[in-house]
């Protein structure tokens, strides 16, 4: 089974910054498009950044310029660098993956906040 295992969540003050790390396992890695999703308490789960197999990348008009996808195919993860924070960026993280199935990581908070 796929197994996703992510990093790197926290605390931080608006204007901060933050890397997410997602490790894949059991997976050609480097066949799928990886994607981090968050979702903020009583609102839906939103896409917030796609890194393709050949590495171009998908964002958010809400991240984008702020947060940069990458992908290290090598080590089977996939990163998620987060600067200029601010406190609507405050979520629950997900990585995820489709292959047969939809797969995802356990969900890692991150809390932008003074």
């Known amino acids: 089974q796929v197994q996703l295992v992510e990093s790197g969540g926290g605390l931080v003050q608006p204007g901060g910054s933050l890397r997410l790390s997602c490790a894949a396992s059991?997976?050609?890695?480097?066949?799928?498009?990886m994607r981090w999703y968050r979702q903020a308490p009583g609102k839906p789960r939103e896409l917030v950044a796609t890194?393709?197999?050949?590495?171009?990348?998908v964002y958010a008009d809400s991240v984008k310029g702020r947060f940069t996808i990458s992908r290290d195919n090598a080590k089977n993860t996939v990163y998620l660098q987060m600067n200029s924070l601010k406190p609507e960026d405050t979520a629950v993280y997900y990585c995820?993956?489709?292959?047969?199935?939809?797969?995802w990581g356990q969900g890692i908070q991150v809390t932008v906040s003074s």
């Open positions: 995820n993956v489709k292959s047969t199935y939809y797969y």
């Open positions: 059991e997976i050609i890695f480097s066949m799928y498009d």
């Open positions: 890194v393709k197999r050949d590495g171009s990348t």
